[in-house]
């Protein structure tokens, strides 16, 4: 999210900060404002309109198991109650486990079963289940969906098979597919009519490269399908797919523009809540001091954004695998 400082500073304000927010609690400090609330399509289940993604601190060999702890610690301090994490978030499930403790039922929680079909899904989820110390998650998706063929999804031990089976053995309250690519071809997977909800790119500047909004959000409506927001700030800066920088690195949208990506995503029609990933307790607070901030971006300022997307654009690549 920002330029790193060197890690004995990092490692300063991180400890430093938890202490201070501890004692603030302890001294009965009022706790932070309620973030907003939207409703997660069909499902009715409402949720903050800003998750926390597990990836950027699970992921990178310049936060430490504990550091990430510390960091998800603070995002339930903060009211966020909403955690996204997945099997190839390294230690974020394990870090995540420790961070809820008792308090997993105050939480909706996802991660992600990748793979083409049923049996390596399942041992993606029986890892996932056992690492983040849990029976059920509330909703389990087919992690990134474009990268696998679309045709046979409801065959016997395919992905949506497997999918509805766990639903239906109640370990996963609700069911999806996540995709960084191919936005045409995994919109026709909301016409089967089993996905509760979906994880996109959506971001003012991939806007003009995938373009989900279009190619994906009006179907995703139509079938009533809750939509979930993911890279709002482009993704970690020189990163497609490996680990998320050691250093940590800043994210692929100026500092100076986070506040109005993150408005950005969150005014899309339909959009339950934008999935955030953090470094740092900074970063946590950060995010959702703007989340509570939140204002639906005007006609000038959705002008302003189409802009800047356009001009950031120009200098990104698709990163993520086809656009079409």
């Known amino acids: 999210m920002s330029d790193r400082p060197d890690l004995t500073r990092r490692q300063f304000c991180q400890t430093s900060g938890a202490l201070a927010g501890g004692l603030l609690r302890a001294a009965g400090a009022a706790a932070p404002a309620p973030l907003p609330r939207r409703a997660l399509g069909r499902s009715g289940v409402e949720l903050p309109i800003l998750g926390l993604g597990t990836a950027c601190a699970g992921q990178s060999h310049g936060v430490s198991f504990d550091e990430a702890v510390t960091v998800y610690r603070a995002a339930l301090d903060e009211g966020i109650t909403f955690f996204d994490a997945a099997r190839g978030y390294d230690k974020a499930e394990r870090a995540l486990r420790e961070a809820l403790g008792t308090r997993r039922e105050e939480v909706f929680l996802t991660t992600k079963a990748g793979g083409p079909g049923a049996a390596a899904m399942r041992q993606s989820f029986e890892t996932s289940l056992r690492e983040l110390g849990t029976d059920h998650v509330d909703l ?81 409506r139509a079938h009533g399908a809750g939509v979930l927001a993911m890279k709002v700030y482009g993704g970690v800066r020189g990163n497609h797919w490996g680990r998320y920088g050691e250093p940590p690195q800043p994210s692929h949208v100026p500092t100076e523009h986070l506040p109005l990506a993150l408005r950005y995503a969150l005014s899309l029609p339909g959009v339950t809540a934008a999935v955030v990933g953090c470094h740092s307790v900074e970063q946590v607070r950060q995010n959702a001091a703007w989340a509570r901030g939140f204002q639906p971006l005007s006609a000038t300022e959705q002008e302003q954004a189409a802009q800047l997307g356009r001009q950031l654009a120009a200098g990104w690549q698709p990163r993520f695998g086809p656009t079409g």
């Open 140 to 220: 389990l998706y087919w992690h990134h969906a474009g990268g696998y063929r679309q045709e046979g999804v409801l065959d016997p031990d395919g992905a949506f098979d497997y999918l509805q089976r766990e639903k239906q053995a109640g370990r996963a309250r609700w069911i999806g597919f996540t995709s960084h690519s191919h936005p045409t071809a995994v919109a026709t997977l909301l016409q089967h009519g089993v996905v509760d909800a979906v994880m996109v790119v959506l971001n003012l500047a991939d806007r003009w490269l995938y373009d989900f909004e279009s190619k994906l959000l009006p179907a995703a």
